[in-house]
């Protein structure tokens, strides 16, 4: 029995063909694959293919709890024998010890032949790439890996909480003062560190002023810093795009991108193609200008575009010829 992954071109499937014969094992499993999920959590699965009684399994591997939608697809080349849709994933995607996602199908027998078990993802769920896990022990190395990550990650939000050995003060808005370290502060963002290397009033005071945010979004952005993730994007993704293109730090821009991504309507795509725009977020800007696009018909007649018309040219003008490019 040989069994290969393949990556389609678009990152959204992945298809594992199983070369069998009739001494294979009852249970088997593929190679891993890395998914990236629709938190941008990124996670270890790996599909598994049982004959007695037949059932296909999507096991997740790693340390990392995902969230996935798509379907899985088993065929020969010339049958499919079912496909099989699955929501919006959790504990019961095999994760932490709870049981697999289960298909039950009356083809109790896979004999010698050579069959296939896509899995497609639904967006903003993707997968990544193979992973180069070859046996378990790398596996356990790399889940290991992945624990120690989480920890390093736990251990800086510990620091930045209890204020240990800061040397730098944030004022916020009302006047508290959160306590940093400068030397997390300027290697994260080229900005900051350019401030505290050079001749700013920062580097003689101690303090940076950041008055013009609210405290919960300077808050959001210290967390972003010092664990690599906002805890409120729902709320503060918006002002978390600006602060991103602010202090050059372009990952915080690429998240809080996928974030509105996801929130995108008819009645919010022309203020989220401003933003993509204005802080230069182009995922963000592309997803825009397709919703657009898509709702061309429906929009054309609203009072709010034909204002955006007016005070957006430049834009409109890429508006059009997205348009007349579809």
Known sequence: MQGDLSVGENKSSI??????????????????L???????????????????????TLENVGNTDISLRGEIQFYKEQSTFFTAKFGWTNSHLYIRNSKPLKWPSAYQHVGYDVYYVKLKLESPCYIIDQDCVKDDNAAKTKDTARKETSNITTDLEKLLTESKYSDVEIICSDGEILKCHRLILSARSPVLEAMFSNDFKEVSSGQIKLDYFDIEVVKDLLSYIYTG????????????????????????????GKHLIKKLTKDNVLEYLALGDKYRQQDLKEA???MIVKNAKDMKEDTKFHEFAINNPELM???????VSK
Request: proline share 4%.
């Open 229 to 256: 993730m906002p805890k409120h994007l729902e709320d503060n993704a918006e002002i978390l795009l600006q602060a991103g293109e602010q202090f050059q730090m372009e990952a915080l821009k690429e998240i809080c």
């Open 317 to 323: 003008v890429e508006v059009f010829r997205a348009i």
């Open 34 to 56: 890395i998914v990236c999920d629709r938190s941008n959590n990124h996670g270890i699965c790996r599909l598994g293919l049982t004959r007695y009684p037949f059932e296909i």
């Open 15 to 32: 298809t594992w063909k199983i070369n069998t014969n009739y001494t294979l094992p009852d249970t088997f499993s593929s190679k891993t």
């Open 288 to 290: 825009s200008l397709e």
